[in-house]
């Protein structure tokens, strides 16, 4: 399995509150990305990143934000959460000397209330 | 309509059973093709990449139709650990992003 980890794993919150999720990798894979999963719409992508300081949007940004400092951490955050942001929420990973293949996290359970 | 539709299912089918699952995607421009695997509660794995002549892994075979834009999977002998959901996805053609379908469920009965 890739070497990928969110924190945390899971979380409750109240709306309007700042919350940050990280995404860590041991691979050293250049490109990463955050996606939400909600009930009938699949995986949306909100935000990735091709490189250190290189972030750009998906089709679901707003109310998002994103940095990457350093190759291996991938943070997201929810400037002021609201109740449509619960979701479950996966980072992934892909090396653009491969394919187009992603490799996930294994997902963070947010909930807001 | 969705750049990649699938059969929600549920497909609920008896060991040892033979399922296929369908795919049609909208961007002719499309250049990759997969399938993942994704069990309850948790993150999507892949399966096997698509390729134009068809590919096959053990049990699984899968194939692509360029000119219907049109993607299977074929799963021969099911087992019990097939259970789950199998996510169609697609790179469109823009950097490296894939897009995802909503999923066909799977349940394998004893």
Redesign the interface.
Known sequence: DAGITQSPRHKVTETGTPVTLRCHQTENHR?MYWYRQDP??????IH?S?GVKDTDK?EVSDGYSVSRSKTEDFLLTLESATSSQTSVY?CAI?N?EG?????????TRLTVL | RKEVEQDPGPFNVPEGATVAFNCTYSNSASQSFFWYRQDCRKEPKLLMSVYSSGNEDGRFTAQLNRASQYISLLIRDSKLSDSATYLCVVNPGSARQLTFGSGTQLTVLP
């Open positions: 490109y009938g719409h699949g995986l949306r992508l990735y091709y998906g996966f892909s653009p394919g187009n293949e992603q490799f996930f996290g294994p997902g």
